[in-house]
């Protein structure tokens, strides 16, 4: 890994912890590939599925909808939009401290008909922000600190933006249990089923890891209709000493504007 991606690739670990604390559970096999566009041809088996999207319904009575298949369900299709949005208060001596007042990211992931992505990710508190840019189209790759940008290897960046795919971010979640339906909602442009929980005993391990003992937990999940591929994702948690709140919305999917082009020469 290079020193352009080590610092970003470390942190980006730290906000995985959050889904590790999915509780009961289990991790999401190896999503290269299916999950986040791969910068050169993968082997068969990790190519992005043809199939059909896989169902959100839930699996069994009282167990929600299947969260992980829902986020891998986005390799899918043919593009989107990501944004993550995560803020903090409260919890300078907790897991999450490096990321100051919490984390941006907003970007465009492509599949078809060349894979790419553009990712621009900002951390920090306003005093001393940390802002990196990631572009990757087929077998090219570039980052960014500030606006200087420079070639990468394509493994590099491909790590760092595996790390905030979908399915990484929400796939140990998928064991949750107390998520209910809530009625049908449009999120994001998107005719969507919403899933909720709410309550301290569903966030007693996020809250352990966070600093946040004893936090008054919501998770919101939602999930479209027609082809069963996540569309948001919203946890926040208060406390009497401090609060976390993060939110992943899919956007624009599909849409013939997306493209990602590689930065301007010399810059």
Known sequence: MSSWTRPLAGLAALALALAACGGSASQPPST???GSPVASEAPASQAPSSEAPASAAPTDAGQGPDISGAAAALADLDSYHLNMVMKMTGMEDSLFSAFGDGMKMDGTIIFR???AADLSISMGTEAQKLVMGYR???DKAWVSLGDSWMETTAD??????DSFAPEKMLGSFSGMSGLTAVGDETRNGVETVHYSAS???IGDAIGESLGLPGADWTVDFWVAK??????????????ATGSFEMTLDVSDITSPSHAVEPPPAGS
């Open 156 to 161: 590099d960046a491909q790590q760092t933006i």
């Open 136 to 138: 990757l189209i087929g």
């Open 226 to 239: 027609d082809a069963g591929y996540a569309v948001g994702y919203a946890v926040e948690g208060k406390s």
């Open 113 to 115: 008909p060349t894979q």
């Open 199 to 201: 309550g301290n005993a």
């Open 32 to 34: 290269q590939g299916t």
